[in-house]
């Protein structure tokens, strides 16, 4: 009942006018950021973040949260017409997605997969509902030793246990933690890694770093292979009502979807890419026509477009009550948060309560929105899509310009961002995730902090994070993810 | 299976020697004695020595061959003339951007990213890139109320 009288009131905060603007304004352009390839809601956001210096932390918020979510839906567009992923957690709605388009079921395709968003989406804030004042109790629980312990599992399964390599994971999480550490240390005062440079005293601003890499590096990298161009757009054919059969294939799937997508995206792991796998796999299984997997089976395009929204909210449950980002477009909204003073955790729900539930309560109200933005008007979303490259990468790399310069007017900060966007570049290249170098970043002092302040806690005594049972066992978790692939490649190859 | 690759062998080089750079830097913070045991270096130290070893693991890899990755996309060949116009766009905005201001720096940058992307059409693109330069400009610096700072067309507006 609490929980509804807060959401009651976070409904009156969302609702007035002008923060109904401010959704509206976050679910379109993060619909058409989804679209564009080349272009997501880390980048989207980390751009906007001087935003922060202007408006109040909850217009701010649902701006952001309507940006993260429209992006999920406009992905999908991209990925059934263009067969282009603009990130990895759409390759799956690709796969059966295109070849429905191909196949002149576009319509149907981006249909399921909008509906399918609107029905994960609902339910993974519903999630976020009931389970953020869950988890707000048992984390109100957790001292110093208990917070590092939960950053160590963090840092492992973003970095090492999700992508195709855990030394290329770990190398640009560590990255990224040097990138946070550059500045003055808050507890000692002590410059660190600045090489003299009187501008880095300050630290790296995580706008340029991701920025760098998600615009920079992506761009360099597409022109560098652009003789390997794709395929062009398909055009949407087919009635955009479902027919009754698709109905039928298409709700299974949606829930079933949702139901993977949520609980692990609300782990401390987090990441799409697994429950969109998941979700895939189960519907190839359960289907009664199983070879039509492959040549554009609706449920392959329903069910993990629904596990993709549901994981993407299940995300905000983890950075809302603990602080723990565990996505890229997640650690820049923490960074966000850091900018306001405010430090998401358990307190946030006591501190703030209408910046959160007003949160919430948009997200809910976005959803809706992003429904009626994505299924009568896709028409324009396509056209979006037939931006020329040459104008669309010259207009992303002027809004990297104006974003990084805006900062301070300094050159030195433009040639950050093509240092980290040359970096961003060879990560592409040589197959190295780029979202552990912003989760180490925000989450690498943090970490270092909480670190610090448990050893103070137990005067110098490093068992204490072996002695409390929670952190222990967390650190337990994270050594067996990191030993078990190891060990299980060995014997695979004793008995080979 | 060995099947050394030079581009391989660079990176994992490149991760090494960060990890020795962050090493040099880490003994170059200064420590009051207040911290001694639990001071600013521990975690530089722990970043320091992962970079290394893992760079290390890295070299292995690339030295036995047993680096896996998108295959196709080690053996592509790199189009060198469109990074060629791209770098240049990216220069030449740096190095007018104080001078000229951000708009015609701007511009210049995106009609050679343009160019990088194929186009052919620099009078087009120039007009594209100066809408778009303005409409970044005043959204961020008029809106926003972000300083982009002076240059030759902001004055005007």
Same mark, same amino acid.
């Given at each position: 009942m609490e929980t509804l009288a807060a959401l009651g009131n976070g409904f009156a905060v969302a609702l007035t006018p002008i923060n109904l603007v401010w959704a509206a304004v976050g679910v379109t352009v993060g619909t058409a950021i989804g679209v564009l390839p080349g272009l997501g809601p880390a980048l989207t956001i980390a751009l906007l973040l001087p935003i922060t210096f202007k408006v109040d932390a909850t217009a701010a918020f649902i701006l952001f949260a309507g940006i993260y979510y429209g992006a999920m839906y406009g992905g999908s567009t991209t990925s059934i017409l263009l067969n282009t992923p603009g990130e990895s957690a759409t390759i799956i709605t690709s796969l059966e997605g295109n070849k429905m388009a191909k196949r002149g079921r576009g319509a149907a395709a981006l249909a399921t997969a909008a509906i399918g968003s609107f029905v994960a989406g609902t339910f993974g804030t519903v999630g976020i509902t009931f389970l953020a004042p869950v988890v707000v109790e048992f984390a109100l629980k957790f001292g110093p030793a208990e917070y590092f312990s939960l950053m160590v599992l963090a840092f492992v399964t973003v970095s090492a246990v999700l992508g195709s390599s855990a030394i290329r994971g770990l190398i640009t999480l560590f990255f990224g933690i040097f990138l946070g550490l %550059? @500045?003055?240390?808050?507890? *000692?005062g002590q410059p660190r890694f600045t090489f003299g440079l009187p501008e880095l005293l300050d630290g790296v601003n995580v706008l340029i770093v991701a920025v760098g890499l998600f615009a920079v590096g992506e761009t360099l990298f597409l022109a560098a292979r652009r003789k390997h161009a794709p395929e062009g757009v398909l055009p949407v054919t087919g009635s955009l009502w479902m027919s009754k059969e698709d109905w039928r294939r298409s709700v299974g799937p949606w829930f079933r979807g949702t139901a993977v997508g949520f609980p692990i995206g609300a782990m401390p792991a987090g990441g799409a890419e697994i429950p969109t796998f998941l979700s895939y796999w189960m519907e190839k299984k359960l289907?009664?026509?199983?070879?039509e997997f492959g040549k554009g089976a609706i449920e392959g395009v329903a069910g993990p477009e629904a596990a993709n929204n549901a994981s993407a909210a299940g995300v905000l449950v983890p950075m809302l009550t603990? @602080?723990?980002?565990? *996505?890229a477009t997640a650690a820049i909204m923490l960074s966000a948060f850091q900018s306001y003073g405010i430090n998401p955790g358990p307190l946030l729900f006591q501190t703030q309560p209408d910046l959160v539930w007003g949160l919430i309560a948009s997200l809910y109200i976005g959803n809706v929105m992003l429904l009626v933005l994505n299924l009568p008007l896709v028409g324009l979303w396509v056209k979006i899509l037939k931006i020329p490259e040459p104008l669309l990468y010259g207009g992303i790399l002027i809004f990297a310009t104006i974003g990084t310069y @805006? %900062?301070?007017?300094?050159?030195i900060d433009l040639v950050i961002l093509y240092v980290v966007g040359g970096i961003g570049y060879l990560m592409r290249r040589f197959d190295f995730p780029t979202a552990p170098v912003i989760i180490g970043m925000i989450l690498g002092p943090l970490a270092e902090q909480n670190l610090r302040q448990a050893l103070t806690i137990s005067q110098g005594d490093v068992t204490t994070f072996v002695t409390r049972p929670l952190s222990a066992t967390l650190l337990a978790i994270s050594l067996l993810l990191v030993l078990l692939p190891v060990i299980w490649t060995l014997v695979r190859r004793r008995r080979a | 299976m060995f099947s050394l690759r030079w581009p391989q062998v660079a990176v994992a080089s490149g991760v090494l020697l960060l990890g020795l750079v962050v090493l040099w830097q880490t003994f170059q913070i200064p420590v009051s004695p #207040?911290?001694?045991?639990? &001071?600013?270096k521990v975690v530089p130290f722990a970043v320091s020595f992962g970079l290394i070893a893992l760079g290390l693991a890295l070299a292995v890899q690339s030295v036995t061959g047993r680096w896996t990755d998108e295959a196709e996309l080690q053996d592509e060949p790199v189009d060198w003339p469109s990074l060629g116009w791209l770098g240049l766009g990216l220069v030449l905005n740096l190095t007018l951007i104080g001078p000229l201001g951000f708009v015609i720096a701007s511009t210049l940058m995106f009609v050679c990213v343009a160019r990088a992307f194929g186009s052919r059409r620099p009078l087009f693109d120039t007009g594209v890139g100066v809408i778009v330069a303005l409409v970044a400009y005043l959204g961020f610096d008029?809106? #926003? &109320?972000i300083n982009i700072g002076a240059g030759i067309l902001e004055g005007l507006l």
């Open positions: %550059i @500045g003055i240390d808050l507890q *000692s289907s009664k026509k199983p070879e603990l @602080g723990l980002p565990t *996505s @805006g %900062i301070s007017q300094s050159p | #207040l911290y001694a045991r639990i &001071g600013p008029k809106v #926003l &109320g």
